[in-house]
């Protein structure tokens, strides 16, 4: 008797970690290094579905290869170079053999997406650093093309985006459990929570927002399980492991992008009309707008800084006075809104705000954290990062990209005739909703962390679009 292809995969995933565990503390390192390389180039070539699901489960454990030795190009190993093979191979395979449905390159989200890259293009090639802007474009297809096009092929059968979500969350598990043990060696302290999650993840924020975008993801795989079996009663004791990751991460964003997507949620639930939530967005923003100068007399007399007591430390989110990650986050913020008005429409070049936005710092907006050696990231926002060095157009285009997404999103729910595939799905919208919300205060879509949950989901729905959606409303 053979076991399901679920099973199989979990047992083979479970023994790959033991055996991986047991190479790390003897040091055996070619025993995993060799088999794994032989069967990546295997599952390349022959299987990429599987190639695909490699993906998904090394990404909240891949290390990039600055972390491992000096390189021009740094890279997440090992996913950016499957990535990378995936992409370059069948792009020419698929102009011979045809192994994709056509369908998937028409549509919307693909199409949004080719439009906002021939605009980085197009910056690049006038970008004050053409070199680097160059590799940015060229990350970036390998980042969402590949994701895109194979999850959108591979979710044509239901079973893979179980398959594929579940090697996402026991890996990230394994990150998660990792962080807490290392961080319970400090006690749970505020400050060692920005490192502990270290060489998987750069920082606190970054970890938070992954386990934010997957958590939603968890309990929609507990709803959507057919039958009661180990792996289903393994999830309730993640989703116990992801509250403690979450909660110990300190990462406010992702706090509240989770509390945030409990509205959503409540809008998909009673099926609030879409006219009437642009006339709420517009109310909210008029109010907003005539109330600013008080908001920010307000905001401002919140002197409570980041901190280890949880009160005090959502207390925090809003003070604009005293607490150093708020004031640098405005002080980015305040850079590419300079930055932009220098370069309006073609904006520095894609990838470039770091290496340029040292100068536009004004001395009352610098912080103890402020730093002029382009080595403090990005500009903090997936929005004004990409309107700072893409100009206004290219605004526009990441936000129609983002907006068409979210579109074909809520558009395909209610046509789910599958209950099952229905949960599993507006579970994972949900997931990528706390993505974007958190994009306003933080961007990771360079790299492979944030851009396979991010892109595997838009091809999640491309995949529902095309191939599980019915004709007929479900009520």
Known sequence: MTL????RILGISLAFILLLFVALLKEWYIVVGVPLVIFTVYAILYQPKWALFMVAFFVPLSINTDNLFASPMALFVPTEPILIALMVIYFFVHMVHNVFDNRIFSHPIFLAYCVYMCWVFITSLVSMDPVVSLKYLIAHCWLFFPVFIFSAQTFKDKASIRIFFGLMIASMSIVAFYTLVRHSGYAFEEKPAHWVMEPFFKDHTSYGAILALIFPIIIGMIVSKEKVDFAHSLLYGVIVLFLFALVFSYTRAAWLSLVAILGIWGVIYFRIRFSTLVILALGAGFLFFVSYDNIIRDLSKNEQDSSGDFSEHITSVSNISTDASNLERLNRWDCAMTMYHKKPWMGWGPGTYQFYYAPFQ??????IISTFNADGGNAHSEYLG?????????????????IVVFYCAFRNYHYIEDRRLRMLY???ILGLCTYFIHGFLNNYLDTDKAAVPVWGIAGLIASV???????KKVV
Do not use: M, Q, Y
């Open 386 to 402: 990409p309107l700072a060095e893409t100009g206004l157009p290219g605004l526009i285009l990441f936000a129609f990209v983002v």
């Open 4 to 7: 399901p292809l679920n099973k």
């Open 362 to 367: 004004r001395a009352e907006n610098l912080t």
């Open 465 to 471: 679009d095309l191939f599980h959606r019915g004709k």
């Open 426 to 428: 507006i579970s994972a």
